[in-house]
C-alpha cells in the first residue's frame, strides 16, 4: 500500500510542481492575510489554494485551447472545486496526524530522488537542480517535502479506508437482474383500419369545447409586430437581362462540365519491370491467380489502385487498348511512364454531351441571380444614406426597389423573411429604441427592420387553429374506438381465447431487455412490459393504434451471453467506484464535523484579485 501511495505522491506532487514553476508563488501576497481556511488546525494557505485554483485552470485550458479568465472559471464552479479538494486533503491530514500517520525520511528521499525532474544530464539526482526548481515554484524545500509526507500520509488513509470494500454478489446480482432480466411477450395492433362501424362528425360546440379546454395548447407566445422593408435577388429577378453573347461564352467556358468524353472506371496494377509483369500475366492466364490476388501479393489494397473514372487521354499509350476493353476486362501488360502494368475496366461511362440550347435555362438562372445578387448590393449604401437622413421604411419601400412587409415575430419562426438564418438574433435583439439599419441576408438580399409593438401571449382565434382544433378531436375520437375494440379483444382472451384467433397480426418477442425496443411500438410498450406480471394482459397506446400485450414468461439473464458478462463487468465498476465515492464524502464530513471547518472569504477574495 505504501509504494502504491508514494507512486500517486509524487505525479500528484510532480503536476504541483510543474504548475508552480509558472511563478504563482509566496511572492504574490502581501500583508498579514495567511490562511483562506481550515479543518481543524489544518490550514489552508493563500499561497496553496492560490497554487491549485491556477493548476485547475491551466488544465482547463489545455483542453478547451483558449484563455479562461477567473470570472469564467466562477461561473463553471471551478473556484468552489478547488477549494472543497483542499479541504478534503485538509480533513484527510488532520485524521492522519491523529492516528500517528507518516513516512519516515529514508522513504522520503527515495521519493524525491524518483521524481525526474530533479536529476541531472546524467540522469542522477541533483541537488542544485533540486533546490532551484524548489525555489522557482514558491516553495522552501521543508514545504515541498513537508507536502510530500502529506501527500504520501493521505494516499496510505485513503488506501486504509476504502481497501476490503468489495461488493457482495448478492448485491452485484439483484442490480444485474434488474438492468439484464428478460421478457417473451405476445403482442398484436390494432390499428384504425380495423375498426367497426362509421366515424362520427363534431358538431360546432364540440370544436369549441375541445379548444378551451386546450387553450394553453392554442395560446400564441410573446411576439414582436415588425415592419420591414427587404430586397432579394429573386425579387428583381425579371428585370435583369442577359446578353446571348455572354451567355454563349460560359457556355464555351464551362464545355469540360457540358460535354464529357467517354470514359471508364478503372484500377491499375504497376511492376517493376517488364520480366515481372510477364509472370503476372501468365499466372492470370493459365488461373494461378486472379486480379486481386496480384494486388494482395503487392501489399496492397484495390483502393490504393483504384483511379477513378479516367478518360482516354488521362491513361496515354494505355487509353487505346482499355477502351477497347469490355467491363470485368483486364489488359495488360501495358507499357506506361511508370513501368509495366495492368488495368481493369470496372465500369463504362458514355460520353455526356449538353447542347447549348439545353443548358440555357440553367446559365440564365445563374447568370441573372448573379447580377441581381450584384444590383442588390449596390441597393445597400443608398438606402443606408435614406435612413441614415431620417427617412422610414415607408419611404424607403416607395423610392427604392425593396418591399415593404411585417410579421408578427416570435423565436422558431420559420415562414418569409424569418426564415434566413440570423434574422431570429436580429429579430431577438430589436428594441423599440433600435433604429432601422440595413442588414445581410443569405442569399445576397438586404433588409432594414423597425419594432412598433410587443403583442403579450393571447389565445389565437378559433377560425385560425379549428383545422387543427379538429384534428385532435378525430385522433381522440379515433384512439377511444381502437381502445374499447382493444379491450374487446383483451377480454376474450382473458376467457379462453388465444390471439391468433382475434383476426390480428401476431408478433412474439423472445427476450425483451430493460434497455431494448420493438419495431413500430412506442418507448411506453417496454415499460408497460417491465411492470406486468406473467401472464397479465394490458394496452398500449402506440402511433395512431394500440397495442395489446400478454407477458408470457420472465427470463433471468443469460449466462452465456457475451453482452451480459460484459454488463455485469461494467456494472461492477461502477458500483464499486459509487460506493468508495460515498465512503470518501461519509469519511470527510465525518472528520469536518468533529473537527470544524473555517473560511476567511477575504482572504479568498484576495487569492482571486491576484488573478485579474
Do not use: C
Not at 438492468?179 to 369549441?208: H, I, K, M, Y
Not at 429579430?427 to 438580399?445: F, H, K, N, Q, S
Amino acid at each position: 500500500m505504501a509504494k502504491k501511495g508514494g507512486r500517486t505522491a509524487v505525479w500528484i506532487l510532480m503536476g504541483l510542481l510543474i504548475l508552480g514553476l509558472g511563478g504563482f508563488g509566496a511572492t504574490s501576497f502581501t500583508g498579514t492575510v495567511r490562511n483562506v481556511g481550515s479543518v481543524g488546525d489544518q490550514e489552508i494557505t493563500v499561497q496553496e489554494y492560490g497554487r491549485t485554483l491556477q493548476s485547475e485552470l491551466r488544465a482547463m485550458e489545455a483542453q478547451t485551447g483558449e484563455a479562461i479568465s477567473l470570472e469564467q472559471a466562477q461561473a463553471m464552479g471551478i473556484d468552489r472545486r478547488v477549494l472543497s479538494r483542499l479541504l478534503t486533503n485538509a480533513a484527510f491530514d488532520l485524521e492522519a496526524d491523529r492516528v500517528g500517520l507518516s513516512i519516515g525520511d529514508e522513504t522520503l528521499v527515495r521519493l524525491v530522488r524518483d521524481i525526474p525532474a530533479f536529476r541531472g544530464v546524467d540522469g542522477q539526482f541533483s541537488r542544485d537542480g533540486y533546490e532551484f526548481a524548489i525555489e522557482r515554484s514558491g516553495l522552501t524545500v521543508g514545504e515541498f517535502e513537508d507536502g510530500i509526507r502529506k501527500e504520501t500520509a493521505r494516499a496510505l488513509l485513503q488506501g486504509a479506508v476504502f481497501s476490503g470494500r468489495a461488493l457482495p454478489d448478492a448485491y452485484l446480482d439483484t442490480v444485474l437482474n434488474y438492468f439484464a432480466e428478460r421478457r417473451r411477450v405476445t403482442w398484436a395492433r390494432v390499428e384504425s383500419s380495423q375498426l367497426d362501424g362509421e366515424s362520427f362528425e363534431p358538431s360546432e360546440e364540440d370544436l369549441r369545447a375541445l379548444y378551451d379546454e386546450l387553450i394553453e395548447d392554442f395560446t400564441l407566445p410573446e411576439r414582436k409586430r415588425i415592419t420591414y422593408a427587404w430586397l432579394t435577388p429573386e425579387m428583381i429577378l425579371d428585370q435583369v437581362e442577359i446578353d446571348e453573347d455572354l451567355l454563349r461564352q460560359e457556355y464555351e467556358a464551362r464545355s469540360d462540365q457540358y460535354n464529357r468524353p467517354e470514359r471508364r472506371l478503372v484500377e491499375r496494377l504497376i511492376y517493376a519491370d517488364q520480366g515481372r509483369a510477364a509472370e503476372a500475366a501468365d499466372r492470370l492466364e493459365n488461373g494461378e491467380a486472379d486480379f486481386e490476388t496480384l494486388v494482395e501479393e503487392r501489399g496492397l489494397t484495390l483502393s490504393d489502385i483504384d483511379m477513378g473514372d479516367v478518360s482516354r487521354a488521362d491513361l496515354g499509350a494505355a487509353g487505346d487498348p482499355v477502351f477497347a476493353a469490355e467491363s470485368g476486362e483486364i489488359v495488360g501488360p501495358v507499357e506506361t511512364d511508370l513501368g509495366p502494368a495492368f488495368f481493369r475496366v470496372n465500369g463504362i461511362l458514355s460520353a455526356e454531351e449538353t447542347t447549348f440550347e439545353e443548358a440555357l435555362p440553367d446559365l440564365r438562372q445563374e447568370l441573372a441571380f448573379d447580377r441581381a445578387r450584384r444590383r442588390v448590393a449596390n441597393e445597400a449604401e443608398p438606402a443606408e444614406d435614406m435612413l441614415a437622413g431620417g427617412a422610414t421604411l415607408e419611404e424607403l419601400a416607395a423610392e427604392t426597389d425593396m418591399r415593404l412587409g411585417s410579421v408578427d415575430w416570435a423565436e422558431g419562426q420559420s415562414e418569409g423573411i424569418a426564415a434566413y438564418e440570423g434574422f431570429d438574433a436580429a429579430a431577438a435583439r430589436l428594441d423599440e429604441t433600435a433604429y432601422p439599419e440595413v442588414m445581410r441576408l443569405t442569399d445576397g438580399g438586404i433588409f432594414a427592420m423597425r419594432l412598433d409593438e410587443v403583442l403579450p401571449p393571447e389565445p389565437a382565434p378559433f377560425e385560425n387553429v379549428r383545422e387543427r382544433v379538429r384534428n385532435i378531436w378525430e385522433t381522440r375520437q379515433t384512439m377511444q374506438r381502437l381502445r374499447t375494440q382493444a379491450g374487446e379483444h383483451i377480454d376474450r382472451l382473458r376467457e379462453s381465447a388465444d390471439f391468433d384467433s382475434l383476426g390480428l397480426e401476431v408478433q412474439t418477442e423472445e427476450a425483451l431487455t430493460r434497455q431494448g425496443s420493438v419495431m413500430g411500438a412506442p418507448e411506453a410498450f417496454v415499460e408497460t412490459v417491465f411492470q406486468m406480471e406473467e401472464g397479465q394482459i394490458a394496452m398500449v397506446d402506440g402511433f395512431g393504434a394500440v397495442l395489446i400485450v400478454r407477458l408470457d414468461e420472465v427470463l433471468p439473464p443469460n449466462p452465456e451471453d457475451p453482452d451480459t458478462a460484459a454488463m455485469r463487468n461494467n456494472l461492477s465498476q461502477q458500483l464499486h467506484s459509487s460506493v468508495t465515492q460515498d465512503v470518501n464524502r461519509l469519511f470527510t464530513q465525518d472528520i469536518r464535523s468533529r473537527a470544524g471547518v473555517e473560511l476567511d472569504q477575504e482572504a479568498i477574495n484576495a487569492v482571486h484579485a491576484n488573478f485579474r
